[in-house]
C-alpha cells in the first residue's frame, strides 16, 4: 500500500490534464499482451492490420514499453504541463529530452534508453516520428471517441470536487485509490511506504488503455501523477444502433445520419457501402459534405483511407440516440 500525504497547498494545485503521448504509450502496451481481460480486443485487431500493411516497425517503441516490466521510463512520457496538450508539443517536449534523463530510466528498458544514448538528438527525433506515424495509424480516427470518455470523466470529478470537496473527488474514482484524513491510499503493485507532494499537488490523468490498473508517477523530476482509467470505459467499444435516429435524419437527410451511425470504427468507402446500401460513389459524395461540414475526418492507412467520426459528430449522434 502506497500512502500519499496531502498539505492544503497540494490540495490547492491538483489538477486535471489528458496526454495523446500517454495514450500511445499505453496503447502499445495493450496491443502487445497488457490486456488480459480483452477490453480493447476490438481496437488491438483493428491496428494490428494497419500497421502490418504500413509495415511500421515499432521495435524502438517496443523495446522502450516492455509490457512485464513494474514501470514506464519517464521521459517517453511526462506528466503534461497543461490540461490538454496536443501530441505535437508532447513530441517537442520528448526530443528535447536531456541525456542525463535518459541515463536515469529504469532497467527494464535499457535496451531502448542504450540506443537512444548512442545519438540522442537523432535517437530522439526518429522515435517521436515514429510515434506520430502509430499515431496516425492507431489512434488519430479513435481520438475524438477516447477524448470524449476522457473528458467527461474530468467534467464528473471536476462537479464532484465543486460540490462535496476533496473526499467526494476520489471516492468512486477506483478500488484501488481511497481517500482518508488528508491521505490517499493506493494499492499498488510495486510501490510501498509514505510519499509526500511537497506542495506539488497531484495531476489525475485519466487513461483508456490502463484499467483495470493505476499507474502512478513519483519520480522528483515531475510532479506526481496518478493515472486511471475513467468511468464508463467498459462501454467505450460498444457498437451503437446501426439505424440513424429520427432526429438526426431530420436534420441531415437519412443517407448521412446512416453513415455517421455506422462510423462506430474508422471505415473505408467500399465497407460503408457495402453496410448501407449505398452506391460507393454516393457514400464518397456524403462523405465528403460530412466531413467539409466538419463531422467526419479522413486517416490513411497504407493504400485505404479510414473514415471517422469527429469529436464534434460523436457529441451528435451520442445525444440523438437519447
Not at 517517453?76 to 501530441?87: A, K, W
Not at 535517437?123 to 516520428?129: E, I, P, V, Y
Amino acid at each position: 500500500m502506497l500512502e500519499i500525504e496531502f498539505s492544503a497547498e497540494d490540495v490547492a494545485r491538483t489538477r486535471f490534464a489528458i496526454s495523446p503521448l500517454w495514450e500511445v504509450v499505453a496503447g502499445v502496451r495493450v496491443l502487445y499482451g497488457a490486456d488480459e481481460q480483452g477490453l480493447h480486443r476490438r481496437w488491438a485487431g483493428q491496428v494490428r492490420a494497419r500497421i502490418a500493411a504500413a509495415r511500421l516497425d515499432l521495435t524502438p517503441l517496443t523495446a522502450l514499453v516492455p509490457v512485464t516490466a513494474p514501470s514506464v521510463p519517464g521521459f517517453l512520457c511526462p506528466p503534461p504541463s497543461t490540461s490538454g496538450p496536443s501530441l505535437t508539443v508532447e513530441l517537442a517536449a520528448l526530443r528535447a529530452t536531456p541525456p542525463e534523463r535518459l541515463r536515469a530510466s529504469a532497467p527494464e528498458a535499457r535496451a531502448g534508453v542504450d540506443a537512444l544514448l548512442a545519438d540522442p538528438g537523432r535517437g530522439l527525433g526518429r522515435l517521436a516520428d515514429l510515434i506520430a506515424a502509430f499515431w496516425e495509424l492507431a489512434m488519430a480516427p479513435y481520438w475524438p471517441r477516447f477524448q470524449t470518455h476522457l473528458e467527461a470523466d474530468i467534467h464528473y470529478r471536476a462537479r464532484r470536487f465543486a460540490e462535496d470537496g476533496t473526499r467526494s473527488l476520489f471516492a468512486d474514482l477506483e478500488p484501488q485509490v481511497a481517500w482518508a484524513s488528508g491521505t490517499l491510499k493506493v494499492d499498488h503493485r510495486f510501490l510501498r511506504g509514505v510519499r509526500r507532494l511537497d506542495g506539488r499537488g497531484l495531476l489525475l490523468v485519466p487513461s483508456a488503455f490502463v484499467w483495470p490498473r493505476v499507474f502512478l508517477t513519483t519520480d522528483a523530476a515531475y510532479q506526481p501523477t496518478l493515472r486511471y482509467p475513467p468511468r464508463g470505459i467498459g462501454a467505450l467499444w460498444e457498437a451503437s444502433p446501426g439505424s440513424a435516429s429520427e432526429a438526426l435524419s431530420g436534420v441531415l437527410g437519412r443517407s448521412r445520419a446512416q453513415l455517421l451511425a455506422e462510423l462506430t470504427a474508422p471505415a473505408t468507402t467500399t465497407e460503408l457501402a457495402r453496410r448501407t446500401g449505398l452506391t460507393p460513389g454516393g457514400v464518397s459524395q456524403h462523405l465528403g459534405a460530412l466531413r467539409a461540414a466538419g463531422l467526419v475526418s479522413a486517416h490513411r492507412a497504407g493504400r485505404v483511407v479510414l473514415y471517422a467520426r469527429t469529436r464534434v459528430s460523436e457529441e451528435l449522434v451520442t445525444g440523438a440516440g437519447r
